[in-house]
């Protein structure tokens, strides 16, 4: 068996306009890299990526749509978010999402394979809200789901988004999807682990950190404050609204997709060595829900080295500048 190449994007909200970007100077110099890529997975925006380059959509045809179709839709919040109220109006995205993908297409039509994580509310058979992992290997369970259904699954953000079909965002659990990709290549397809190679392609890393003392903090909803009296809300896991540029708005929401994304890049590496690479440029601290941070990052991947990667592209996708 020859090399199994597998290419993943991250969760990010209007942060996938980076990795969009570098996939479109990747795809640039290394003109076969999509097609030579056996298995795309994607969290959230990243699903929308991964499934577009599945069925067939060029990287640049992709990144134009982002740009005209699925950050205006952003571009509208709603009073009191993402503290007591949902914060963005899902309806555009979801329009966005079904206008791009027809509404016959399903994971079984799909040229490549794929890999998208969403957590369900409530799993009938097991009786317990359960991680899933849609995906399109022989015998898959979901091969007749719509690709517009899966990816707004994996997309609905808890804080700013509501549940899509009883789903929410992948991004709690699997914000960067490379090591449930290669679990189930190994597990599903029987791919051996030493001939996958991954390239994981992330939506920034900014330097959020949080040193202030957090010794008795709680949660906050609107049941127990009233919005008039936020001027008085303490610091707590469930906003901080006092945060400082390199601290998180949403404590608890953001350390679980932020951990979750180191887990798995430290989890990849371990298994594949030096056939898994990281892109992930460091970007200042940037709103997932606001089109302004799109421009900013955009700009940081037109001005990232990518002469690593494509070694590594050329060394384990055998493709040539």
């Known amino acids: 068996m020859g090399k199994f190449r597998i290419m993943t994007f991250d969760g990010g909200g209007t942060?996938?306009?980076?990795?969009?970007q570098l996939l479109n100077r990747l795809a640039k110099v290394t003109p076969q890299l999509v097609r030579?890529?056996?298995l795309f997975a994607g969290t959230s925006v990243g699903s929308f990526t991964a499934l577009a380059l599945a069925s067939g959509r060029t990287p640049k045809e992709t990144f134009r749509y982002f740009k005209e179709e699925i950050l205006p839709p952003f571009s509208v919040s709603r009073p009191g978010g993402p503290v007591f109220n949902q914060q963005l109006p899902y309806s555009g995205f979801i329009q966005a999402i079904r206008e791009f993908f027809p509404d016959d297409l399903r994971l079984k039509d799909l040229n490549r394979r794929?890999?998208?994580p969403a957590f369900h509310l409530y799993d009938q058979k097991l009786d317990r809200w359960n991680v899933v992992l849609f995906h399109n290997f022989p015998g898959s369970p979901y091969l007749n789901e719509k690709a517009s259904d899966v990816i707004l699954r994996s997309s609905g953000a808890p804080a700013t988004q509501r549940a899509y079909q009883n789903y929410v965002d992948g991004y709690i659990f699997a914000a960067n999807p490379s090591a449930d990709s290669i679990s189930l290549a190994v597990g599903k397809a029987g791919v051996p682990l030493d001939k996958i190679a991954v390239l994981s392609i992330g939506t920034g890393e900014s330097p959020t950190r949080l040193k202030r003392d957090t010794r008795g903090w709680g949660m906050v909803s609107a049941d127990?404050?009233?919005p008039e009296n936020l001027e008085d809300l303490p610091p707590n896991w469930g906003v901080l609204l006092d945060h400082a540029t390199d601290e998180p708005l949403l404590p608890?929401?953001?350390v679980t997709g932020s951990s979750a994304s180191y887990n798995a890049t430290m989890i990849s590496g371990n298994?594949?060595?030096k056939r898994f690479f990281r892109l992930n440029p460091r970007i200042p601290s940037l709103s997932l829900t606001d089109p302004a941070s799109a421009p900013i990052v955009i700009e940081i991947a037109n001005e990232t080295n990518l002469q690593q990667v494509v070694r590594f592209v050329e060394n384990y996708w055998g493709v040539c500048k």
Not at 15 to 20: C, D, I, K, P, Q
């Open 224 to 226: 127990n404050i009233r």
């Open 36 to 38: 030579k890529t056996d």
């Open 15 to 20: 942060l996938g306009a980076l990795s969009l």
């Open 271 to 273: 298994l594949l060595g």
């Open 252 to 254: 608890f929401l953001q």
């Open 114 to 116: 794929v890999v998208v």
